[in-house]
């Protein structure tokens, strides 16, 4: 990887006509990748705004908790491990019918997507005691889902069925408020067994006339979203937490109670919550976010951190987040990118001067 | 009481303001008490009231000047009445600014209800005269005006006809009242306006008093849904586990006018100006949704809003408070939509 160091190095020892063609890749670069890392942050959101679609109705008191028994327990059951993961774990205590979610907001290869669902579904049975532990309870039957926004609807049922492959597809009309779940075939008793319906008759026969959900933002993000999107939520209420408390350093531990507060990592165990709040760290330091009080400190319960921003009061802190993650990894990417592109133009040139002088001295 | 002879009481203002607070408390930095006296309020107990005493600084000489309130605390209701005969110039420098505390705000009269209580007292005495008035346009509302809608206005109008007049006003210039003299021949004068002060001008008082009971009881529905929305956390016994899950009961802020992308982009930057930073925010193209979290600068609060083009849903996150909601749905009907109306989503 190139440093930042290295970039300049190349950059001071070039001449002047050289330097110029390399602050112009840049520049563009600079641009291209602002431009990509803003449309992953808007893509996550989307992906965020369709889970929250999702749940609604399966939290406390809504709809369909209150109707089947089925309850949003809580996001990314695989967190941490190398299992690929599902968004969303919705368990029924009394039937111990567990549905594991994907939420898709938007579908290119539709193939591609339900392949990777189909082995999700797998890897989730091979890891059944792990999702035991997470309801403290039994499973009698794990049903697997693919939620996507309605106009990709048609794409996916196409693919489940014509590869006869056992998930449930919830299709969410967010402009009218409804979710449904898609009839994929006409014998009930059959798609009950091909896994395309659900067990639950009543679940079924509630989703397939559609239910009302709301886009409310009650998650307002995943462990697995965009860094710049957890740090965002995060850096705001730590801020407030330490102005509250008059401090104006944290720990680790700080930001690890405060995660478990969160109600976006509801049944999040200590581990869970640790790594996530290491990683936070690590790239909250990397990006100039939070600053390192204690280099010479190794255990990282021990060593403390400030919120590196400039003075104007928590709201600047929130929007100097994206701008400083944006800005750095940005930065980063276009100084690689413009240096490969640089060389390939010198080599080409090279190349061509080299031709030249060949054929002058033939 | 204080009305035994009502002519010693001309121009005496009553200030309404909701609290979080059922009790005075005592010197604790929680208490309204406590809170009162860390804010420079000396407080002496007058029985069932309290006398309030602070002072400011006159800008022009530098003096200290005193202001006194007496205070009544109304513990069910959890309003904090305080009269005083002090000027409304003193009352801005010294009472006002307790809205900016955690737990206070003060009685904001929609401009429905606003608008409501007018009708009635017009409807209720048909001879009603406005004697005197004052009106704002913010040009970020969609308030028609058929004279140059682009401006920021703001009218005091004195005139026997000005009844009429604040009809003429919002025709042509756009401008909502912010303050209206109502002189009700024979029975009372008052003004009322709409950050909930009340000010007797004669007559008999208790008509005063009767519609700041109505202007309280319609702020109090306003509230009442404010502070039904949660964010609980319940636990779930499992055989092996105890699970938590959240409880979350929005409210939701109806729109009058259509959400557009282009007019998403005015009330963000509406909201920005009235110290509500957005962030996390995603503004989606098309069928226009526009998702963010906002912190709520004055009262140090964090909330989420999901978006559509009808309505805005409103949920707790972080220390929310009904002042700070009240503050955020004030912020949005007076500065975008004056018809933006706060409904309960259960």
Same mark, same amino acid.
């Given at each position: 990887?190139?440093?930042?160091?290295?970039?300049?190095?190349?950059?001071?020892?070039?001449?002047?006509?050289? +330097?110029?063609?390399?602050?112009?890749?840049?520049? +563009?670069?600079?641009?291209?990748?602002?431009?990509?890392?803003?449309?992953?942050?808007?893509?996550?959101?989307?992906?965020?705004?369709?889970?929250?679609?999702?749940?609604?109705?399966?939290?406390?008191?809504?709809?369909?908790?209150?109707?089947?028994?089925?309850?949003?327990?809580? $996001?990314?059951?695989?967190?941490?491990?190398?299992?690929?993961?599902?968004?969303?774990?919705?368990?029924?205590?009394?039937? +111990? $019918?567990?549905?594991?979610?994907?939420?898709?907001?938007?579908?290119?290869?539709?193939?591609?997507?339900?392949? !990777?669902?189909?082995?999700? *579904?797998?890897?989730?049975?091979?890891?059944?005691?792990?999702?035991?532990?997470?309801?403290?309870?039994?499973?009698?039957?794990?049903?697997?889902?693919?939620?996507?926004?309605?106009?990709?609807?048609?794409?996916? +049922? *196409?693919?489940?069925?014509?590869?006869?492959?056992?998930?449930?597809?919830?299709?969410?009309?967010?402009?009218?408020?409804?979710?449904?779940?898609?009839?994929?075939?006409?014998?009930?008793?059959?798609?009950?067994?091909?896994?395309?319906?659900?067990?639950?008759?009543?679940?079924?026969?509630?989703?397939?006339?559609? $239910?009302?959900? !709301?886009?409310?933002?009650?998650?307002?993000?995943?462990?697995?979203?965009?860094?710049?999107?957890?740090?965002?939520?995060?850096?705001?209420?730590?801020?407030?937490?330490?102005?509250?408390?008059?401090?104006?350093?944290?720990?680790?531990?700080?930001?690890?109670?405060?995660?478990?507060?969160?109600?976006?990592?509801?049944?999040?165990?200590?581990?869970?919550?640790?790594?996530?709040?290491?990683?936070?760290?690590?790239?909250?330091?990397?990006?100039?976010?939070?600053?390192?009080?204690?280099?010479? $400190?190794?255990?990282?319960?021990?060593?403390?951190?400030?919120?590196?921003?400039?003075?104007?009061?928590?709201?600047?802190?929130?929007?100097?987040?994206?701008?400083?993650?944006?800005?750095?990894?940005?930065?980063?990417?276009?100084? !690689?990118?413009?240096?490969?592109?640089?060389?390939?133009?010198?080599?080409?040139?090279?190349?061509?001067?080299?031709?030249?002088?060949?054929?002058?001295?033939? | 009481?204080?009305?035994?002879?009502?002519?010693?009481?001309?121009?005496?203002?009553?200030?309404?303001?909701?609290?979080?607070?059922?009790?005075?408390?005592?010197?604790?930095?929680?208490?309204?008490?406590? &809170?009162?006296?860390?804010?420079?309020?000396?407080?002496?107990?007058?029985?069932?009231?309290?006398?309030?005493?602070?002072?400011?600084?006159?800008?022009?000489?530098?003096?200290?000047?005193?202001?006194?309130?007496?205070?009544?605390?109304?513990?069910?209701?959890?309003?904090?009445?305080?009269?005083?005969?002090?000027?409304?110039?003193?009352?801005?420098?010294?009472?006002?600014?307790?809205?900016?505390?955690?737990?206070?705000?003060?009685?904001?009269?929609?401009?429905?209800?606003?608008?409501?209580?007018?009708?009635?007292?017009?409807?209720?005495?048909?001879?009603?005269?406005?004697?005197?008035?004052?009106?704002?346009?913010?040009?970020?509302?969609?308030?028609?005006?058929?004279?140059?809608?682009?401006?920021?206005?703001?009218?005091?109008?004195?005139?026997?006809?000005?009844?009429?007049?604040?009809?003429?006003?919002?025709?042509?210039?756009?401008?909502?009242?912010?303050?209206?003299?109502?002189?009700?021949?024979?029975?009372?004068?008052?003004?009322?306006?709409?950050?909930?002060?009340?000010?007797?001008?004669?007559?008999?008082?208790?008509?005063?008093?009767?519609?700041?009971?109505?202007?309280?009881?319609?702020?109090?529905?306003?509230?009442?849904?404010?502070?039904?929305?949660?964010?609980?956390?319940?636990?779930?016994?499992?055989?092996?586990?105890?699970?938590?899950?959240?409880?979350?009961?929005?409210?939701?802020?109806?729109?009058?006018?259509?959400?557009?992308?282009?007019?998403?982009?005015?009330?963000?930057?509406?909201?920005?100006?009235?110290?509500?930073?957005?962030?996390?925010?995603?503004? &989606?193209?098309?069928?226009?949704?526009?998702?963010?979290?906002?912190?709520?600068?004055?009262?140090?609060?964090?909330?989420?809003?999901?978006?559509?083009?009808?309505?805005?849903?409103?949920?707790?996150?972080?220390?929310?408070?009904?002042?700070?909601?009240?503050?955020?749905?004030?912020?949005?009907?007076?500065?975008?939509?004056?018809?933006?109306?706060?409904?309960?989503?259960?």
């Amino acid at each position: 990887m190139l440093s930042p160091q290295d970039f300049r190095r190349l950059r001071d020892s070039l001449a002047d006509p050289e +330097k110029q063609k390399l602050d112009d890749i840049f520049k +563009k670069q600079l641009n291209v990748q602002r431009d990509i890392i803003d449309q992953n942050i808007l893509r996550d959101r989307e992906h965020l705004r369709l889970v929250n679609f999702c749940i609604r109705p399966f939290q406390y008191n809504e709809t369909l908790y209150v109707e089947t028994g089925y309850l949003f327990i809580r $996001v990314e059951p695989f967190f941490g491990s190398a299992t690929k993961n599902f968004d969303v774990l919705i368990f029924n205590q009394s039937s +111990k $019918v567990m549905l594991l979610v994907e939420c898709k907001s938007s579908v290119s290869d539709a193939e591609r997507e339900v392949r !990777e669902l189909v082995q999700c *579904s797998e890897a989730a049975d091979s890891r059944s005691r792990h999702l035991e532990e997470l309801v403290g309870d039994a499973i009698n039957i794990k049903e697997t889902v693919i939620c996507t926004n309605a106009a990709y609807a048609s794409r996916i +049922k *196409s693919c489940i069925t014509a590869n006869d492959l056992p998930i449930c597809l919830w299709s969410a009309d967010q402009t009218s408020g409804i979710l449904l779940l898609e009839k994929q075939g006409q014998d009930v008793n059959a798609e009950i067994s091909r896994g395309r319906l659900h067990h639950d008759g009543k679940l079924t026969r509630l989703l397939l006339d559609g $239910v009302r959900s !709301e886009g409310i933002r009650s998650l307002t993000f995943l462990p697995s979203s965009h860094p710049c999107t957890i740090l965002e939520e995060t850096i705001t209420l730590l801020g407030l937490s330490l102005e509250s408390s008059n401090r104006d350093r944290f720990r680790l531990p700080d930001l690890t109670s405060l995660l478990n507060r969160e109600s976006s990592l509801s049944n999040f165990g200590d581990q869970e919550l640790w790594n996530l709040a290491q990683h936070l760290l690590n790239v909250g330091v990397e990006v100039q976010i939070f600053t390192d009080l204690t280099p010479t $400190v190794d255990d990282l319960g021990r060593k403390e951190f400030s919120i590196s921003t400039r003075p104007g009061g928590l709201a600047r802190m929130a929007r100097e987040v994206r701008k400083k993650y944006t800005d750095f990894h940005a930065r980063r990417i276009a100084e !690689e990118n413009s240096v490969t592109e640089f060389q390939k133009i010198v080599s080409r040139m090279y190349k061509k001067l080299e031709e030249y002088s060949q054929k002058v001295r033939s | 009481m204080l009305l035994k002879s009502p002519d010693s009481f001309l121009d005496l203002k009553a200030i309404f303001l909701l609290t979080s607070f059922k009790t005075w408390g005592g010197e604790e930095p929680y208490a309204l008490q406590g &809170m009162l006296h860390h804010h420079g309020f000396q407080i002496r107990p007058l029985g069932e009231l309290k006398e309030l005493l602070t002072t400011y600084q006159e800008p022009e000489t530098g003096r200290q000047i005193p202001v006194k309130y007496v205070a009544y605390l109304d513990g069910d209701k959890q309003i904090l009445t305080c009269y005083t005969l002090a000027t409304a110039d003193q009352i801005r420098r010294t009472i006002e600014p307790l809205s900016g505390l955690i737990g206070i705000y003060h009685l904001w009269i929609n401009p429905l209800a606003f608008d409501q209580i007018k009708n009635t007292i017009l409807s209720e005495h048909p001879y009603t005269k406005i004697p005197d008035l004052s009106a704002d346009r913010h040009p970020s509302t969609d308030v028609a005006a058929k004279l140059r809608p682009e401006y920021r206005r703001s009218m005091r109008y004195r005139g026997d006809d000005g009844r009429e007049t604040l009809e003429e006003l919002r025709h042509y210039y756009g401008v909502l009242p912010s303050s209206i003299h109502f002189r009700i021949p024979g029975l009372v004068d008052f003004r009322l306006n709409n950050r909930g002060i009340f000010s007797y001008l004669g007559g008999s008082p208790e008509y005063m008093f009767e519609y700041a009971d109505r202007a309280v009881e319609l702020v109090l529905q306003v509230r009442k849904i404010l502070e039904q929305s949660k964010l609980e956390i319940i636990d779930i016994v499992t055989e092996r586990k105890r699970l938590r899950v959240s409880h979350v009961v929005p409210f939701a802020i109806s729109f009058k006018r259509t959400l557009d992308i282009a007019n998403t982009e005015l009330l963000i930057d509406e909201l920005e100006r009235n110290e509500f930073a957005i962030y996390n925010s995603a503004v &989606m193209q098309g069928s226009v949704y526009f998702d963010g979290t906002v912190l709520d600068e004055v009262k140090k609060s964090v909330f989420t809003i999901s978006t559509d083009e009808h309505r805005m849903i409103v949920l707790p996150r972080y220390r929310t408070s009904f002042d700070s909601f009240l503050r955020f749905y004030e912020a949005i009907a007076e500065s975008f939509d004056p018809e933006a109306k706060c409904v309960a989503t259960i």
